[in-house]
């Protein structure tokens, strides 16, 4: 299984942007899909948003729709998940999964391979 670290966490105050950063520790995430995922305290892990292995389709969560975007750059080895117009509650651990496949679910069983995650709050 493919291994994964997160990058770009923070603290931001609400109506700002963050951009989170997926990248594999070793190898390269040309074949795989990717997902982000989020969990907040009390709160089962929710999918945000995916992008496939081939052609880049995307899916998006009807809460994130119109305001974050993910995209892959296979040169970089990275997938962004840029999040704009930020609200309290985007609070959450983010997570990025892998999997084989073109597939998008946005449910958090399908997918095999996880990071560690990266905390986004915001707050003012």
């Known amino acids: 299984q493919v291994q994964l670290v997160e990058s770009g966490g923070g603290l931001v105050q609400p109506g700002g942007s963050l951009r989170l950063s997926c990248a594999p520790s070793?190898?390269?995430?040309?074949?795989?899909?990717i997902g982000w995922f989020r969990q907040a305290p009390g709160k089962e892990r929710e999918g945000v948003s995916c992008?496939?292995?081939?052609?880049?389709?995307?899916n998006y969560a009807d809460s994130v729709k119109g305001r974050f975007t993910i995209s892959r750059d296979n040169d970089k080895k990275t997938v962004f998940l840029q999040m704009n117009s930020l609200k309290p509650e985007d609070t959450a651990v983010y997570y990025c999964a892998a999997k084989r496949g073109s597939s998008c679910p946005l449910v958090a069983t399908d997918w095999p391979s996880w990071g560690q995650g990266t905390q986004v709050t915001v707050s003012s």
């Open positions: 992008i496939s292995s081939n052609y880049g389709s995307t």
């Open positions: 070793k190898y390269t995430l040309d074949y795989y899909t």
